[in-house]
């Protein structure tokens, strides 16, 4: 289904970045702001990839059924299996996303996927 697709695909891209930057970090040819920069990168990839978790995991306690967040560069989108949104609902989430990230909620985009 789309969620698990999603989730998927954002797994894979992820595992790739790291990839790329494990390579740059460990290159004897890198010069050291190039693996301090892959390293402190590979720790932010790490860290987005808790807060998603601890998002999905907040938005479902909440009552979706299926929740999928992303963090990228200072922005967050959370998708969730909703016909539609009510307000009440929109605020819990851009609450869940600021105590877990920090991250305001112009930053954020929510969609709701309909079931």
């Known amino acids: ?66 929740c999928i967040a992303v963090i990228s560069e200072g922005s967050v989108t959370v998708i969730v299996s909703a016909d539609e949104l009510l307000a009440a609902q929109t605020a819990q989430i851009l609450t869940i996303v600021y105590e877990t990230t920090g991250i305001s909620p112009e930053n954020v985009s929510i969609i709701n996927k309909a079931g």
């Open 1 to 66: 289904d789309y969620f698990t697709a999603t989730s998927l695909d954002r797994q894979e891209a992820r595992d790739e970045a790291i990839d790329v930057l494990k390579l740059i970090s460990e290159s004897e040819e890198a010069s050291a702001e190039a693996k301090a920069d892959a390293a402190e990168k590979i720790s932010q990839i790490a860290l987005d990839i808790q807060n998603e978790a601890n998002i999905e995991t907040l938005v479902k306690a909440k009552g979706f059924e299926e």
